[in-house]
């Protein structure tokens, strides 16, 4: 059980790219709560891109809906564009409630792992701790490059609202 | 400046089998030491409490929202402008994120029906200004009474209603 340590986030690097300025102070109050101190922003994901090009971060938490880049796009970038700085970087996608499918899909853009909205400073702690303690490898396939998608962890409520998480998950 | 990692490459032609793996080594692990930080049980319960303390913020930011979702809707209303929609969804659903985090999952609720609504609309058909209306007239009733949690009966029907006017315009 991972709650039995003590991780030091302190040296971990996240950039939060989120074009809600409240949630992108919500999303750093808990991190620093958690330990983390090296905290930068991006409010979609061009701006997120040009702050990859100057230093790369150690994990990227990353909303689904911003214009004029959203989420997907990005993460695609990351993972295949011919520039990318850091291919491999773990990133952590927020995510509403919708469609089973439009989840299972979305495994395919190259998600390190999904992180369900409302966000909960319990499950954030154990994104956080299931990238450091537990990477997945990337696989490489001809049509997809990306974290192993079969140890991906889908989006459920956390808390008391677990109402349709067997079907009904939105992004 | 960092520097640039490859893809790896694709041989030509491949089978519909071929993948290769990488295994990377763990540099996260280095750098996060399991020991030295903070108790996992007081900083979540810590993170909580900040997110409690931030509710004023967002009940600020609540009323403000709501005030852009009316200035959208009439937009739309006089213009039929498909960027009113956008606008309408993109901000409701950054609502809909946040209302249960601060105690207010009926503004979930109701955003989530209202994206639902645009999300399957059939492209060949046209918002209605009054399914747009209703959502924001209930979310304004939501922040104006201060309904934390789930709500009175009254709301929940309220919810519901909207929830089978939005299916009953999806013809579902």
């Given at each position: ?8 986030f302190?040296?971990l690097s996240i950039l939060i790219v989120d074009?809600?300025?409240?949630m992108r102070?919500?999303l750093?109050?808990m991190l620093?709560?958690l330990?983390v101190?090296?905290i ?8 997120a ?8 971060p150690d994990v990227i938490l990353c909303d689904w ?6 989420g997907p796009?990005f993460v695609?970038?990351v993972r ?9 970087v773990p990133i952590i996608m927020l995510t ?7 989840v299972?899909?979305a495994r395919?853009f190259g998600i390190t792992e999904f992180l369900a909205k409302?966000v909960a400073a319990r499950s954030l702690h154990a994104r956080l701790v299931q990238i450091v303690?537990n990477p997945r ?9 990306g974290p192993?998608?079969?140890r991906l962890n889908l989006p459920?409520?956390d ?12 992004i | ?27 996260l ?144």
């Open positions: 059980m991972s709650n039995r340590h003590r991780h030091d302190s040296q074009d809600c300025r409240f102070m919500v750093e109050r620093q709560a330990g101190t090296k930068r922003f991006a409010s979609d994901g061009f701006e891109w040009e702050q990859l090009l100057d230093s790369e809906e911003m214009q004029p880049e959203d796009s695609r970038r295949l564009d011919q520039d990318s700085p850091c291919r491999y509403g409630y919708t469609e089973k499918m439009k299972m899909k395919d409302p303690d490898p990337f696989v490489r396939t001809a049509s997809f490059f192993c998608r079969r459920i409520f808390g008391d609202d677990r109402r349709g998480a067997h079907e009904e998950i939105d | 400046m960092v520097t640039k990692e490859d893809v790896p490459a694709v041989p030509d032609n491949p089978d519909r089998s071929w993948h290769q793996v990488i295994e990377r080594p763990n540099d692990a280095k750098k996060v030491p399991k020991t030295g930080g903070r108790d996992p049980e007081r900083a979540i319960r810590e993170a909580d409490e900040i997110v409690k303390r931030l509710e004023a913020e967002y009940i600020d930011k609540l009323g403000q929202d709501i005030d852009r979702l009316e200035t959208y809707g009439v937009r739309y209303r006089q213009s039929r402008d498909p960027s009113a929609v956008d606008s309408l969804f993109r901000l409701i659903h950054n609502m809909r994120g946040q209302g249960t985090t601060f105690g207010y999952p009926l503004i979930t609720e109701i955003g989530r029906s209202f994206c639902r609504y645009v999300r399957e609309l059939p492209n060949e058909r046209s918002v209605t200004p009054e399914l747009i209306d209703q959502h924001v007239d209930a979310m304004k009733v939501v922040y104006k009474r201060g309904m934390k949690g789930d709500g009175d009966a009254v709301a929940r029907a309220v919810v519901e209603a909207l929830s089978d006017a939005v299916s009953k315009e999806l013809g579902r």
